[in-house]
């Protein structure tokens, strides 16, 4: 069954630089998640999207911006990066946002690590 | 707002022993429940989830958990351990009841399994 795609799987970055994650949920599910895993962290909430207009915002700071695009896929744009910004960054999709339907199934994350 | 604890940081165990993970939450309005697991290197995999219905719901590889309302608790069983679940497994929980559909995980809790 096709799964969630995340590209590029690692990136590696300059402080102060930026860089763009991106993500193709699974067909048909209309809603995408970004969750943040630091280094033996759990994963943190940043930012969804649903039919294409962001639905919720988490922890998610002002250098970073994401978008949904008509084809459903998402991209995380991350300036001035700084050290603080290496982590594992997630996507997941559900298909269907509502209260029975609402299971996330992730992707395999980018590994970002700024120097 | 809320959270989530799982109450063991690290768990050990020997091969065919008895699991018992702890998982409360704080959220006291209509939540859907989740575990995921985390293999080493990989991203999370949902081992099992509960909406509604029967509080005791099965997972993918004789995973179970059971939801105690009164108690605020969905703890994760699993009868006998194999080495293969040496694992990270994270409780998560949805708000769909105050539209909130962003997965708030527990801290996690490392399983290793000894041979």
């Known amino acids: 069954a096709a799964g969630v795609i995340q590209s590029p799987r690692h990136l590696i970055k300059e402080k102060r630089e930026t860089a763009t994650l991106k993500c193709y949920p699974i067909?048909?599910?209309?809603?995408v998640y970004w969750y943040q895993q630091g280094p033996g962290q759990d994963p943190q909430f940043l930012i969804s999207f649903y039919e294409k207009m962001q639905s919720d915002k988490g922890s998610i700071p002002d250098r970073f911006s994401a978008q949904q695009f008509s084809d459903y896929h998402s991209e995380l744009n991350m300036s001035s990066l700084e050290l603080g910004d290496s982590a594992l960054y997630f996507c997941?999709?559900?298909?269907?946002?509502?209260?029975?339907?609402?299971?996330?199934?992730f992707g395999p994350g980018t590994r970002l690590t700024v120097l | 707002a809320q959270s989530v604890s799982q109450h063991n940081h690290h768990v050990i165990l020997s091969e065919a022993a008895s699991l018992e993970l702890g998982c409360n939450y704080s959220y006291g309005g209509t939540v859907n429940l989740f575990w995921y697991v985390q293999y080493p290197g990989q991203h999370l995999q949902l081992l099992l989830k509960y909406f509604s219905g029967d509080p005791l719901v099965k997972g993918i590889k004789g995973f179970e958990a059971e939801f105690i309302k009164s108690k605020f608790s969905f703890n994760l069983r699993k009868p006998s351990v194999q080495w293969s679940d040496t694992a990270e497994y994270f409780c998560a929980v949805t708000h769909p009841g105050a539209g909130s559909y962003q997965l708030t995980f527990g801290k996690g809790t490392k399983l290793s399994v000894i041979p």
């Open positions: 997941a999709s559900s298909p269907l946002r509502g209260p029975s339907t609402d299971t996330q199934y």
């Open positions: 067909p048909r599910h209309d809603t």
